[in-house]
């Protein structure tokens, strides 16, 4: 049974279009649905915190928003490992697509959490653990992007975001495991695989715009990815013109 | 599960005002939709640019 063609069922552009076309749509629909419905509840229904009053909604921005930088760096850094091993072209696009809407969930963690901080730290910002690696994360996405950019030929810039993405993975169980190294301003998991200290509504909003922010996201990303793809086949047509066009001036007794 | 139907504001002052922080509250809210709908137009330009190029292509 050959197993490598069904693993690699979607590598091929071909079955990769029309699935990543198909699939937008509903992702849209569930983000919106889930949000609506989320954020009805984090800002409309759920009680507000004992401490902190009505300010900690943000909660439900601030959180979605960190978690998907944090996984579509995971992501990136996963179809990046794929590409360099496998070489499947696809791959790198998907890393590409990630790395914008990773970088503007990253950015806006940033954004909703000093909004956060400033009423109730004081303070817009702190360069504890958490905090630090997060803006390192939204820093190794613009050089990601910064890198990207600089390369013109296509299989040298894949080859090398690739390996940045991957090295820049390493910051990844930093950020997640910030607050419980080192003594952080920024509050320690709340939701865990053993469970949530958290009232069911909240936790439930908090659920549900995180899937919608996730939706959202991987919609974005799969109109990306299918850009990306134009692009490239574009770019390789005009490179074979090109070089049809110098072959073409080459006269023929030489 | 009547509670998930019960909103806590009782009238649209206070749901503006989010306590005393409704600027941080509202301003983050601001932020995402501004960053998100930014999102989209910046790929619809650049989808659009891409077609052009492929049309200009075409005709040559």
Known sequence: MNLAKY??????????VPLARRLIM?????ALLM??????????????????????????????ASWVA??????????????LVWRTRLSHL???ALAPTGAIFAALSLVTGALWGQPMWGTWWVWDARLTSSLLLLLLYLGY???????????????ACAVMALLGALNLPVMYFSVRWWNTLHQGASVTPRGASMEPVMLTALL??????WAWAAATVLQRVLILIAEREAHARWLRALQGEELAAVPAHM | MSEFFNPWWHDWA???????????VWGSVAAVAAALVGEQLALRSRARRLQRMLREDELR
């Open chain 1, 26 to 30: 509903p992702l849209r629909v569930v």
């Open chain 1, 208 to 213: 549900l715009c995180t899937l919608a922010a």
């Open chain 1, 94 to 96: 998907l890393a590409h």
């Open chain 2, 14 to 24: 206070s749901f503006f005002q989010m306590g005393r922080h409704g600027l941080y």
């Open chain 1, 145 to 159: 992007l910064a890198l990207l950019g600089s390369i013109d030929d296509p299989q040298r810039a894949d080859r």
């Open chain 1, 35 to 64: 949000g609506a419905f989320g954020l009805y509840l984090g800002f409309g229904v759920a009680p507000a915190d004992a401490m902190q009053g009505e300010g900690y909604r943000i909660i439900y921005l601030h959180v979605p």
């Open chain 1, 70 to 83: 944090m996984f579509a760096y995971a992501m990136m850094a996963f179809w990046s490992f794929i590409g």
């Open chain 1, 7 to 16: 693993v690699f069922w979607f590598a091929a552009p071909t079955r990769f």
